[in-house]
């Protein structure tokens, strides 16, 4: 029973430590690309930067559903029978 209550509380970190560090880097690159992309066409920009906040934020939302279910994990944990 303890080992079981150990490793939830480990794969919970992973699952949000890994969704963050894939979420930053996903958040930077696209970033970086949003840039180079209105650096060559600054006719486009407002029409870039309308799809870069869209993307930013279906990455931040996937992170989120991690951080939920990984709270689900930590506090209504369906692997410990009582």
């Given amino acids: ?5 150990g490793f939830v509380a480990l794969a919970s970190g992973l699952i949000i430590g890994l969704g963050a560090v894939g979420a930053c880097i996903g958040i930077g690159i696209m970033g970086s690309k949003y840039l180079e992309a209105a650096a060559r066409q600054p006719e486009l920009m407002n ?13 931040d939302a996937a992170f989120l559903i991690g ?6 994990f930590a506090f209504a944990n369906p692997f410990v029978l009582k």
Avoid: D, P, R
């Avoid at 870039?48 to 279906?58: D, I, R, S, V």
């Avoid at 951080?67 to 689900?72: F, N, S, Y």
């Fill in 67 to 72: 951080v939920g279910i990984a709270m689900m």
């Fill in 47 to 59: 029409e870039l930067q309308t799809k870069m906040f869209l993307l930013a934020g279906l990455i």
């Fill in 1 to 5: 029973m303890e080992n079981v209550l």
